[in-house]
């Protein structure tokens, strides 16, 4: 027979002919629904996992532009007379090569104000410690509102490059004084 199609039904193991082609689509399109839906939806979470796990990574690499810039070595100076410090003295991770920002939001406050309150003076937020910019989070999010004042910087404060050719030279070499 032209234009006939022959199906098999797994059940009743026998032919089944059906007369219009649509239908026989029809009857396909519907076993295949499920499996269809379920593939799409492994899809989507494996995608989903791929982009978190790219984000994180993204969170973990730490790269040179990201670093928050040694104040000996800058070339913008504060001005003298014209300069507000805050000195961040805690390490995140003390001995570790990277420290992630981590202002509190008092610490950010007083900064805004500072910066506020200031405008004609530059205010220099100062790490103790390698420090560098959070790529994404709240911490991102807090530190991009206070850089988004043109007066606020943040520097790295290399203790032993500072204390280089001083008395404290020595001291600060000895790595249980840290």
Request: some cysteine.
């Amino acid at each position: 027979m032209i234009g006939s199609i022959f199906v098999i039904n797994p059940q009743q193991h026998r032919f089944i002919m059906l007369k219009n082609k649509s239908k026989c689509v029809y009857i396909m399109g519907r076993r295949l629904v499920i499996p269809v839906l379920v593939v799409t939806l492994i899809f989507l979470v494996v995608l989903s996992t791929i982009k978190d796990l790219s984000n994180t990574l993204k969170a973990k690499s730490v790269s040179t532009e990201n670093v928050i810039e040694d104040i000996l070595y800058s070339s913008s100076k504060p001005p003298l007379g014209r300069s507000i410090f805050f000195h961040e003295t805690s390490c995140t991770s003390p001995g570790s090569v990277s420290n992630i920002m981590n202002l509190t939001a008092r610490q950010a406050c007083s900064i805004e104000s500072a910066a506020l309150n200031n405008p004609n003076f530059q205010i220099f937020t100062v790490f103790s410690c390698p420090t560098y910019r959070p790529l994404v989070g709240r911490q991102k999010l807090l530190v991009d509102a206070i850089e988004s004042y043109e007066n606020v910087n943040f520097r790295h404060l290399n203790l032993r490059d500072y204390a280089m050719n001083t008395p404290i030279e020595d001291w600060l070499s000895d790595a249980t004084h840290i």
